[in-house]
């Protein structure tokens, strides 16, 4: 059900969408892409992600998710992730965690910001990094899901191997 945009970023995009919503329908939820929005008032033209009906969805009932991806490398990105400072002694590693959940935790805020009331399902904005970290509710929803079908690891890794299939093409 991919956009027939031809362009990495729509790509990883959509390729992702599509990931979430077969694990979605593989546990039992329904699953529609490109949900519009239905809310009284709302502009017609919006669309979340996926419209998730069912346990799989962040709530356990029903939700739309939007998947988003921030480029921690680009220069807006940059100067957001700058106002965290490195606390004294605090390993870079950490640090850099804690730079990422920023800027995520922003983009998340942005998307329910822009999507205030479109949708009669509670709306769920995920935020990904480009090179794969996940915010904090998108952890915890995708360790849900993975969760919910016991020995089904390749969830995870087909959620990788786009990442790193569209790493590698804005690499060509």
């Known amino acids: 059900m991919s956009t027939t945009i031809n362009c990495p970023r729509c790509a990883r995009h959509d390729a992702f969408r599509d990931i979430l919503a077969r694990r979605a329908a593989e546990i039992g939820s329904s699953a ?8 009284p008032g709302a502009n017609s033209s919006t669309r979340g992600d996926i419209l998730i009906q069912g346990s799989a969805a962040p709530d356990g009932v029903a939700g739309v998710i939007d998947v988003t991806f921030a480029a921690a490398a680009s220069p807006t990105n940059q100067s957001r992730m700058n106002t ?5 002694g605090e390993p870079a590693v950490d640090w850099t965690k804690r730079q990422l959940r920023y800027l995520l935790a922003f983009h998340e805020k942005e998307k ?3 999507y205030y009331n479109s949708f009669r399902a509670p709306f769920t904005p995920m935020a990904f ?3 794969g970290f996940s915010s904090l509710k998108s952890k915890a ?19 990788s191997a786009v990442i790193v299939r569209a790493r590698a093409a804005a690499l060509h």
Do not use: C, P
């Not at 965290?84 to 004294?88: C, E, F, G, P």
């Not at 929803?141 to 959620?159: H, P, T, V, Y």
């Open 112 to 114: 329910r910001i822009k």
């Open 32 to 39: 529609t892409n490109e949900q519009r929005a239905d809310a």
């Open 129 to 131: 990094s480009t090179g």
């Open 84 to 88: 965290i400072k490195r606390q004294l």
């Open 141 to 159: 929803w995708l360790l849900r899901l993975q969760a919910a079908k016991q020995g089904s690891e390749s969830f995870i890794f087909d959620l």
